[in-house]
C-alpha cells in the first residue's frame, strides 16, 4: 500500500537534547512538508521541499532542521533551540502542481520529560 | 494577511440530524480549496478539492460547495462513525489550514 510513514509515534525529549522524526513516503511524491499542530490552532508550516537536496523554512522553522537526501526521506530533528517543543508533528507529500492535495502521516506526539 | 476561519469550533448532532460547516476564507488568488477529515491521534485525511465558485463535489453523506469567500461541508443524515475533526485549507500560493470543526455525532 502506498503511504506515508512516521515514526515514532510518540517520544519524549529531555532538556538540552535534539530529537529527529521519521518521515518515509512511497508515493512517489515530490514535494514533502512538516507542520506541527498544537491544540486549538490551525497547521503550522515547519519546513518544506519540493525536489531532493532543496527545501525551505516555513512559518515557525527557527529551532528545526531538515534533511532531504532521497525522495522518499524528509526527516526532522527538532532541536535545543526549539524551546516548547510539546506537540503533534505531522508530515506530508504531494505531486507537484498547486492543485495536488497534500497526503498526510499519522504524527508523531513528541513531549518533554 | 491571508485567513481562514471555520465555524462552528464544535457541533454535536444527533444520528440522522443534517447539518453544514463553514469555511470561510480571504485569500488573494484562490487557487482551490481542500476539505480533511481528522480522527484523534491520527493524521488528517484528504476528503475533497474544489477548483473554482460553484462547483461541489459528494462523498457519501459529505457535499462539499464552494463560493468566492466561503465553503461549506453539508453533512446529510450522519451516523456516528462521521465524528470526527473537519478541516478546510484554502490556497493560494501556499496552503492555509484552518483550526477545524470538531464534529460529534450521538447515537
Known amino acids: 500500500d502506498g503511504g506515508i510513514t512516521q515514526s515514532p509515534k510518540y517520544l519524549f525529549r529531555k532538556e538540552g537534547q535534539n530529537v529527529t522524526l521519521s518521515c518515509e513516503q512511497n508515493l512517489n511524491h515530490d514535494a514533502m512538508y512538516w507542520y506541527r499542530q498544537d491544540p486549538g490552532q490551525g497547521l503550522r508550516l515547519i519546513y518544506y521541499?519540493?525536489?531532493?537536496?532543496?527545501?525551505q523554512k516555513g512559518d515557525i522553522a527557527e529551532g528545526y532542521s531538515v534533511s532531504r537526501e532521497k525522495k522518499e526521506s524528509f526527516p526532522l530533528t527538532v532541536t535545543s533551540a526549539q524551546k516548547n517543543p510539546t506537540a503533534f508533528y505531522l508530515c506530508?507529500?504531494?505531486?507537484?502542481?498547486?492543485?495536488?492535495?497534500?497526503?498526510f502521516g499519522d504524527g508523531t506526539r513528541l513531549s518533554i520529560l | 494577511e491571508d485567513q481562514v476561519t471555520q465555524s462552528p469550533e464544535a457541533l454535536r448532532l444527533q444520528e440522522g440530524e443534517s447539518s453544514s460547516l463553514n469555511c470561510s476564507y480571504t485569500v488573494s488568488g484562490l487557487r482551490g480549496l481542500f476539505w480533511y477529515r481528522q480522527d484523534p491521534g491520527k493524521g488528517p485525511e484528504f476528503l475533497f478539492t474544489l477548483y473554482s465558485a460553484g462547483e461541489e463535489k459528494e462523498k457519501e453523506r459529505l457535499k462539499a460547495t464552494l463560493t468566492k469567500k466561503e465553503s461549506f461541508l453539508h453533512i446529510t443524515a450522519p451516523k456516528p462513525e462521521d465524528s470526527a475533526t473537519y478541516l478546510c485549507a484554502p490556497r493560494d500560493d501556499k496552503i492555509i489550514f484552518g483550526k477545524g470543526t470538531r464534529l460529534h455525532i450521538l447515537p
Open positions: 521541499s519540493q525536489i531532493v537536496n532543496d527545501f
Open positions: 506530508a507529500s504531494s505531486g507537484q502542481g498547486w492543485y495536488q492535495p497534500q497526503h
